[in-house]
């Protein structure tokens, strides 16, 4: 069971792309660490990506929102292998 898991956690997280590049967050190296627990059915993603402050108040808003799509389609991937666990990002 817990290769099941994790090739679908792998194969999730290689089919959410980085709209900028066009590479899986996977090969962009955007996932730094991935635990789960099969008894709690939990999945935690630590991404590898961090909301910059800029001097530029847009910037900062037009970075955070990019790590927040990030963070969101990796639980929305995780979340459709794997329903009814809880995928959090961190």
Do not use: H, N
């Amino acid at each position: 069971m817990a290769d099941e898991v994790r090739s679908k956690i792998d194969s999730a997280l290689a089919s959410v792309i980085e709209p900028q590049t066009l590479v899986s967050v996977l090969d962009l190296g955007f996932v730094r660490q991935v635990s789960y627990s099969g008894t709690e059915r939990r999945v935690i993603v630590r991404l590898a990506v961090a909301d910059k402050r800029f001097d530029c108040p847009a910037c900062s808003l037009v970075d955070g929102l990019s790590v927040e799509g990030i963070a969101r389609r990796v639980r929305e991937a995780i979340g459709a292998a794997l329903p009814g666990w809880t995928v959090e990002t961190a």
